[in-house]
């Protein structure tokens, strides 16, 4: 898109010695909510306020956008005529300002400036070197000293430092202001209402988001009592006993539209190892092998010894053989059999299975003592 020409506006900026100090610089494509066309304008990050000039050299800015009416910042996908370009929406209370940057680091760049400034704190999700979350650093130390040196009286945004009392909801989230904004807006299908540190570092809030012509948002500050629980500050105070309790109040107040925002972040699938190389010390992304746990094997059912073949005898019967009435006669061949010691019952004491062979055996003898009885 080609960059419409600007007109130097006369009075319309103070010098640059008079800004306050720049953090950052460069490029951008600018398109305003009410400009049909693209301009290229130098344009710098200065306090907590972008500056447009026409070239680098200029000494009066053409714009000012202030950036206290921040509400988003997001990429476009967008294709641009330059392959390299890199696109951004940024969202003020006043309408969207669309910027074009050379390339994808840039943007990066410009990106974590603009949170870095916004925000008081260095965002972590962007795609930085370790060098330039080092500037972000720096960045946040300087403007933090600079609005305190402004307005004395005014804390600037700080952690938590009050201990939760209680479980916390799920959707309770470490964010600032602007960063539970873009939560929001990023993820809708995951509810519109989330708890986090408030401004001061010494209570919560409870940001929500509601689509009416656009993403409305909300902050309501939430306190902890001094007897014990919290309270939601509105011109009727809500009492509320746990934070559970202060997102259950506001679901039931407007009845069910506000949602807990309950983001599901994924987990990996595989272990995953980084390891150098010996020989040219890269580094080298590995995935561990993923083998099934090793089962221990299952003991066999204990089973009664008296039930381990089909051919067993019980010891009763045993005893009816024995105890069954036998001739008195020593040189009865059928006592001889009965009262001495067979190889198949002494078997049984050492084996609790019977042989074919041992079968056989007895079933001779079974035989043989029916025969003498008959000749009886």
Request: charged share 25%; with cysteine.
């Amino acid at each position: 898109m080609a960059a419409a020409p600007v007109r130097q506006r006369c009075g319309s900026g103070g010098p640059r010695s008079q800004l306050p100090p720049c953090y950052f610089e460069g490029y951008l494509e600018k398109r305003g909510p009410k400009e049909k066309a693209s301009r290229r304008l130098w344009t710098c990050l200065c306090g907590n306020s972008l500056y447009f000039f026409n070239n680098a050299k200029d000494a009066h800015y053409v714009e000012k956008l202030d950036l206290g009416g921040f509400v988003s910042l997001k990429d476009d996908s967008s294709r641009d005529r330059n392959l390299e370009a890199a696109r951004l929406i940024l969202r003020m209370k006043d309408g969207e300002t669309k910027f074009t940057a050379p390339n994808l680091e840039a943007r990066e760049l410009w990106k974590g400036f603009l949170y870095s400034v916004i925000d008081l704190n260095v965002p972590s999700s962007l795609t930085l070197l370790p060098g330039q979350f080092q500037m972000l650093k720096e960045v946040v130390e300087k403007e933090r000293t600079r609005r305190r040196t402004r307005n004395p009286g005014r804390a600037p945004p700080s952690p938590l430092s009050v201990p939760l009392v209680g479980e916390i909801p799920p959707c309770f989230r470490p964010v600032s202001r602007t960063e539970a904004e873009v939560l929001l807006e990023r993820h809708p299908d995951c509810g519109n209402m989330l708890l986090r540190p408030g401004r001061d570092g010494c209570s919560l809030a409870v940001t929500t988001r509601q689509d009416l012509n656009g993403s409305v948002f909300r902050h309501y500050r939430v306190t902890q009592r001094d007897q014990g629980g919290y309270v939601i500050d509105v011109e009727n105070p809500i009492p509320c006993a746990t934070l559970h309790d202060v997102i259950d109040a506001l679901v039931e107040k407007t009845a069910g539209t506000l949602q807990p925002f309950l983001l599901e972040e994924p987990y990996e699938e595989n272990i995953t190892y980084v390891s150098a190389n010996d020989e040219n010390g890269e580094k080298i992304l590995h995935t561990a092998p993923s083998s099934p746990l090793p089962r221990v094997p299952a003991l066999p059912p204990k089973q009664d010894r008296w039930c381990t073949s089909p051919l067993s005898r019980s010891p009763a019967a045993d005893r009816r053989i024995l105890t069954s009435p036998v001739p008195a006669s020593p040189t009865n061949p059928m006592r001889r059999l009965i009262l001495s010691p067979s190889p198949l019952t002494q078997s049984e004491h050492n084996s609790l299975s019977f042989t074919p062979a041992a079968v056989r055996c007895y079933l001779a003898s079974l035989l043989f003592c029916f025969l003498i009885c008959s000749q009886h």
